[in-house]
């Protein structure tokens, strides 16, 4: 467990300088240095007068399973939500007035919010729970991915979902690596700068990182 | 596991958006446990998932004019009111489900205001935000609100105001 700073919440009355041992609270990022805080230490959180400091645990247990049922109506209010948002999203696309694309933003964001919580509460709430595990497993995302691309190169979706898995399975944060993503199709490209996007030509590409 | 996937697939439904929002959720998880290098990975996901949610979309049918599409939006929360949430509400009762409990109570209230504000944009013909106005989104439950300025909590979950975001 490390500690970590709610730079909404800091006052700037400087106790965890005071109590901290390493210097690790003392930073010009404002964010507690990792590298310095002593695991599970705690001292900056007790002392803090604005509970500005919390632990951020390497860890998660693992969460109850969901009772069929509820998995069906979730699963229900996720479908139609979702078909909203995409909706909203491809409707504002097409011809809208600056008028119908400020409602349609609103739909588009307010509706993703609701099928995002139906799918964290289905059990997609912490990564290394292993329903990510067990999607990339089974192949299906892959599939689906691929089923897009099928003309070009779709490796890049491997070596992003092996980086994920290889960071989930040690607990820890992820390499850096160069992606990129074409905003037109959404093709993913990987280790390589591309000029142009290989699936649809699009120079609409952006990197990651 | 891999219970809500399979369900989706099995029903022939639009697997994308649903990629796209797992992945978005554990971009989420990511930047809270601080690994903001996971968290790109799988932003980059949920964007990719999400342009090709769009444009399989785009292929399916052809893209409904705004009104037709207001009215069909109309019709699925309304249907999402009368159906689902009420039977999500008495499952979760019944199980003492309180997280779930706790998604349709905020879902539910998100809908009602969603549908609210789309009757008022019609019956204003489009004039539903005033000049001196803005219309904002609460990022925590998704309550869309609209005014001169922001509640300090959000009517519906009860965030800070820092989780409102602007759409004007």
Redesign the interface.
Same mark, same amino acid.
């Given at each position: 467990m490390f500690a970590a700073r709610n730079g909404n919440l800091c006052t700037k009355d400087c106790l965890c300088l005071f109590i901290c041992p390493t210097g690790a609270t003392d930073t010009e990022n404002g964010q507690i240095d990792r590298e310095k805080c002593i695991d599970g230490c705690r001292l900056c959180v007790d002392a803090c007068p604005s509970h500005a400091i919390y632990l951020v645990n390497e860890r998660y247990p693992a969460r109850k399973l969901l009772e069929a049922e509820l998995s069906d109506i979730l699963k229900n209010l996720l479908t139609s939500a979702s078909d909203r948002w995409i909706g909203s999203l491809t409707t504002a696309k097409e011809n809208a007035s600056a008028d119908e694309k400020s409602l349609l933003g609103a739909l588009a964001r307010s509706n993703r919010i609701l099928a995002e919580d139906s799918i964290r509460e289905s059990g997609y709430m912490v990564p290394e729970h292993g329903q990510l595990e067990d999607l990339v497993e089974s192949g299906l995302l892959q599939k689906l991915y691929r089923s897009q691309f099928a003309q070009g190169d779709a490796g890049g979706i491997d070596v992003i979902l092996n980086s994920i898995l290889a960071a989930l399975a040690q607990h820890r944060d992820a390499e850096e690596m160069y992606a990129a993503l074409c905003v037109e199709c959404g093709y993913i490209s990987v280790n390589r700068e591309l000029e142009t996007c290989p699936h649809c030509g699009s120079s609409a590409m952006e990197s990651l990182f | 596991?891999?219970? +809500?996937?399979n369900?989706?697939?099995q029903d022939n $439904?639009? *697997?994308? *958006?649903?990629?796209s929002? /797992?992945c978005?959720?554990?971009q989420l998880?990511?930047e809270r446990?601080?690994?903001?290098? +996971?968290g790109?990975?799988?932003?980059?996901?949920s964007?990719?998932? $999400?342009? #090709?949610?769009?444009?399989?979309?785009?292929e399916d049918e052809k893209? *409904?004019v705004?009104n037709r599409?207001l009215e069909?939006?109309q019709e699925? /929360?309304q249907?999402?009111l009368k159906?689902?949430?009420a039977?999500?509400e008495k =499952?979760?009762h019944a199980?003492r489900?309180r997280?779930?409990l706790r %998604?349709?109570t905020?879902?539910k209230k998100?809908?009602a205001i969603?549908n609210s504000? /789309?009757k008022r944009?019609i019956k204003s013909e489009?004039?539903?935000?005033q000049h001196d106005q803005q219309?904002?989104?609460? #990022? =925590?439950?998704?309550? &869309?609100g609209i005014g001169t300025e922001t509640p300090d909590v959000c009517p519906v979950c009860k965030a800070p105001a &820092?989780k409102f /975001?602007s +759409? %004007?």
């Open positions: - | 596991m891999m219970q +809500l996937m369900r989706v697939l $439904e639009r *697997p994308f *958006p649903v990629l929002l /797992i978005s959720n554990y998880a990511s446990m601080h690994r903001p290098n +996971l790109k990975l799988f932003s980059l996901l964007r990719s998932f $999400e342009i #090709q949610a769009m444009n399989v979309s785009v893209r *409904p705004f599409f069909r939006m699925s /929360i249907d999402d159906n689902n949430y039977a999500g =499952a979760a199980v489900n997280g779930v %998604s349709v905020w879902g998100v809908a969603q504000v /789309i944009y489009g004039s539903l935000v219309m904002y989104v609460c #990022q =925590a439950c998704g309550f &869309i &820092i /975001i +759409l %004007s």
